[in-house]
């Protein structure tokens, strides 16, 4: 089926897979913006998002890293400890998010530096109003679909602040190697030589779980929101070495016939005891779970490992909605919560 261009072209009105596949031209994007240092020193960073908004701030966080303290928020609230020596980003693709919009006004109490990521809405509005540096996202896609545009502005933003360096120049060199990656995984390539449909196939109709190491946990976590925004399918994702101690357990005792696709992403830049703890759970689990879909991260570096994975997975959660005859772009049942919120 998933071989059948017309059937494709057909579901995928908003040209999902033609996002996903141009996602390298993601890298290479320039910001026009200028950021000054703060006249204080910065002491620490933190990063206000949701959902595919803060998908940039968690691929950062595991590459390049940060020299100096850096949190991402997911709330409402801030850290207490924010200051005037904290360097505040708030990021909404939408530029509309309420949770962040309120964490944005809890920084400004505090007095903290504030950065924007946003391709509009009421947070691009407050930015030019207040002079905050601005960098502006492109348009017209969703958040989840926006990621590489949002690290790319991050890493342009910390190279700047002096907590990074040159990560926005090295992102824009890895286009090449995504660029290559993707073609493998076009709708054009046919499903006997395609991982991503294969993969997609064996996890129609079933509960994904994802598991990594720390290294690809962003990864992992992009595979999650993406299977859950793409496919329509509930799928959750866990960590090793954690994992190990607590969750490992919860797969002993049930029928092995559960509803559910094991996914392993594994790189081989993790630390080698979670290289290890992958093989002997596997044989621990085995006849107690469904066999786990192994995927081996490709790439040189830590960098292109975290890109081949990302993208492998966005291929991957958009073939699954294809087969279950979903237009995987929408989000509609989101939008409905917001306006229950706004009424």
Request: proline share 5%; aromatic share 10%; with cysteine.
């Amino acid at each position: 089926m998933l071989d059948d261009l017309k059937m494709i072209h057909e579901r995928d009105a908003q040209d999902a897979l033609g996002i996903a596949e141009k996602q390298w031209q993601q890298l290479t994007h320039d910001y026009e913006v200028k950021i000054t240092l703060p006249s204080q020193a910065i002491e620490n960073i933190v990063f206000g998002g949701m959902g595919g908004s803060a998908l940039c701030a968690l691929i950062a966080q595991s590459w390049p890293g940060f020299n100096i303290p850096f949190e991402i928020s997911r709330n409402y609230e801030i850290p207490a400890y924010v200051g005037s020596n904290t360097v505040f980003f708030a990021s909404s693709y939408s530029g509309n998010t309420e949770e962040t919009l309120a964490a944005l006004e809890a920084a400004e109490a505090k007095g903290a530096g504030i950065i924007v990521i946003t391709s509009g809405g009421k947070l691009a509005d407050i930015a030019k109003q207040k002079n905050y540096p601005l960098l502006s996202l492109p348009t017209g896609l969703q958040p989840r679909h926006a990621a590489f545009y949002g690290l790319k502005a991050l890493l342009t933003a910390t190279d700047a602040l002096g907590v990074t360096s040159y990560a926005a120049g090295e992102l824009a060199r890895k286009s090449d190697f995504l660029q290559q990656a993707v073609a493998n995984w076009t709708a054009t390539v046919p499903t006997a030589k395609n991982q991503a449909k294969q993969i997609a196939q064996e996890i129609i109709g079933k509960s994904a779980v994802i598991y990594s190491g720390p290294k690809l946990a962003p990864a992992a976590y992009k595979w999650k929101i993406s299977i859950n925004e793409n496919a329509k399918q509930i799928a959750w994702y866990g960590q090793y070495p954690e994992f190990n101690h607590n969750e490992f357990m919860g797969w002993t005792k049930q029928p092995v016939d559960k509803p559910y696709a094991v996914i392993d992403l594994r790189g081989t830049l993790e630390h080698p005891r979670v290289q290890k703890r992958f093989g002997i759970t596997e044989q621990l689990l085995s006849g107690l779970r469904p066999h786990p879909i192994s995927v081996d991260a490709q790439g040189s570096d830590l960098l292109e490992q975290l890109l081949w994975t990302i993208a492998l997975g966005d291929f991957v959660s958009i073939y699954a909605a294809l087969l279950s005859g979903i237009n995987p772009t929408p989000v509609e049942l989101i939008e409905k919560l917001k306006d229950a919120l706004n009424n």
